[in-house]
């Protein structure tokens, strides 16, 4: 029997394993349809950074089993979000990975989304939007894992086996938003700001803005009082959990 999962603002712990089903957007009126993508070409000319490329959407989330949920999916590209600014039309759930980096002295990275990002100034932890898996394909959680290590290694030069990441949490938050969180293991803090100051550089050599542009560390959900800028609605949880439980 299935239970579904409770309602958006609750976080999820002691998820042992994922089961990923692909299933079928539901499907958009006309109006819908052509109010999205008005929503989402002023958007691109406000900020011509965004990209409309392909992401995985949440169709549904419900526990089957032990520490065992069921996550149904679909195919959509960053338009389908403008939808949330569409009145009377529903926008499927974003679905993302996320990582918890600590440090070998307790503390957690959290990291600055840079200006041309779609959510400038927010304190978050590293990680990005799941991409779908090419057609024939099936999205596992090897697959969500090796997303995982690849925006760590994007956004911070960290690199991580995917096998040596962890599901460690799954949560669900603004818009309905769910995430998937994984964790790192330990690295001393001069390895950490090191490798995230030569990953930016190497942006910025190459004439691009990093992702990031700033880091710190946190030992407690209190200390992100002193972070100015808006914070993920997920970031709080997450580091009260890996403070007092790890």
Known sequence: MTETLPPVGVDFFDV????????????LSRSDEAARDRVWDEAVQANAALFDGPVVACRGLEWVGPRT??????????????????PGATALPSLFVNVVQPTDDGRVLAARMSPSTAAPGRWQLPGGSVEPPQVGKVLDEPGLAGQAARELVEELGIGVAPEMLRLWAVTRG????????????AL?????RTAF???????????REPELDDITLVRSPDELGDLTGPHADYLAPIIRRYSVGR
């Open 16 to 27: 042992e394993r994922l089961v990923l089903a692909e299933a079928k957007a539901p499907p």
């Open 69 to 86: 949920v069921r996550l149904s999916w679909v195919r959509v590209t960053y338009r389908h979000y403008a939808l949330r600014r569409v």
């Open 174 to 185: 603004e818009n309905g938003s769910v995430g998937l969180t994984y964790l790192a293991p």
């Open 188 to 192: 001393p803090e001069a390895s950490v």
């Open 197 to 207: 100051a030569v990953a930016a550089a190497a942006e910025r050599a190459q004439g």
